[in-house]
């Protein structure tokens, strides 16, 4: 019986020291698991191929630089030829007289006079215009006079200018029509009423009225889409008389 105890002991103890085991061994295998997991994500990040930079972005296209010279000429000036005559920019002083005005060679129903630049321009336009279209045009109006301007204005400010504020008088003016539309900047010329710019010019549409302000001015105009002389200079409308 002692014996068979002294068995029972004995077997217990070692159960209990395997058992032991078991936990101490079941601890330091844990442990090593634990630590070496960031070793093994290093090994990872080791072998893991780099992700690429993206492409660096296209550089924006260069701004567009203005270098059209709004300053060549004055516009206050009566003799300069972008004087901008409006209801709110009348001509100083209003009887103000061209000294170079001259005799038009064109075809006219009124003979006209212009100021020399502006009449060398209209008449290279009038041959070109019956060079290339078969065109024979004729002046019906040109300069007009503060007192010539006095009996025809007729009190309809939506039609007709006031002494003193009509580009007529600046001599720089010649009305024609349709061809002058779509060739006219080539000679230094502007359609000067827009049929859409009445809130602009102050005036109903004219496609008959043309100004010059020399071949700089026109094509910049028309290469700018830009139509009256207002919005090019950024002078406020002029509807009205101020």
Known sequence: MKQNRRLVV??????????????????????????????????????ETPTPRPAPAAPPPPASVDT?????????DPASIWVVVNKLRPLNPQDHEPPDLVEVPVEFTNEPLLRQEASAAVAAMFQAALDEAGLELASNSAYRSYSAQENV????????A????????TGLAMPEGVWLRDNAWRFGYILR???????????SFEPWHFR????????EMRE???TTLEEFFLLPPAPEYG
């Not at 007729?154 to 039609?159: I, M, Q, R, S, V």
């Not at 006031?162 to 580009?167: C, D, L, Y």
């Open 162 to 169: 006031r002494p003193g504020f009509s580009e007529h008088q």
């Open 224 to 226: 700018t889409g830009v």
């Open 153 to 160: 204005y007729d009190g309809d400010d939506a039609t007709t």
């Open 68 to 76: 059209f010279n709004r300053a060549a000429h004055s516009l206050d």
């Open 212 to 219: 010059y302000v020399g071949t700089d001015l026109a094509t």
């Open 10 to 47: 004995a077997i217990s103890l070692s159960l209990v020291l395997i058992a032991g085991s078991a936990v101490v061994v079941g601890a330091v295998t844990g442990a090593g698991l634990i630590l070496g997991a960031p070793g093994a994500d290093a090994t990872s990040d080791a072998t």
């Open 193 to 203: 009423y827009p049929a859409d710019k009445t809130p602009i010019t102050g005036y």
